[in-house]
Nanobody
């Protein structure tokens, strides 16, 4: 099992920045990829960004490219999502997720952290 705990959400104004953190515990050695997803009210959960746990390769949704940066600190078992130039449409609950080696999907999820961007 892998446990994930997110933090760092809050209420900010458009144009502000926030950094989300996700701390991993448990069978971390089995993790291949970490991802951030978000779900706005009444909408489906969408992919935001992902990072390879070992090599650091990153991928981003088009809607956040150039504004968000995903990173990891293996020594601290932590994944970050730096969010700059926030927009009201970034308002959502943000979830951290882990994908195990050999798995097709993300099998472990955090509890989510709310990000609200006011205009």
């Amino acid at each position: 099992q892998v446990q994930l705990v997110e933090s760092g959400g809050g209420l900010v104004q458009a144009g502000d920045s926030l950094r989300l953190s996700c701390v991993l515990s448990g069978r971390i050695f089995s993790v291949d990829t970490m991802g951030w997803f978000r779900q706005a009210p009444g909408k489906e959960r969408d992919f935001v960004a992902s990072i390879s746990w070992s090599g650091g390769s990153t991928y981003y949704a088009d809607s956040v490219k150039g504004r968000f940066t995903i990173s990891r600190d293996n020594a601290k078992n932590t994944v970050y999502l730096q969010m700059n130039s926030l927009k009201p449409e970034d308002t959502a609950v943000y979830y951290c997720a882990a994908r195990r080696v050999g798995s097709l999907g993300y099998g472990y999820w955090g509890q989510g952290t709310q990000v609200t961007v006011s205009s």
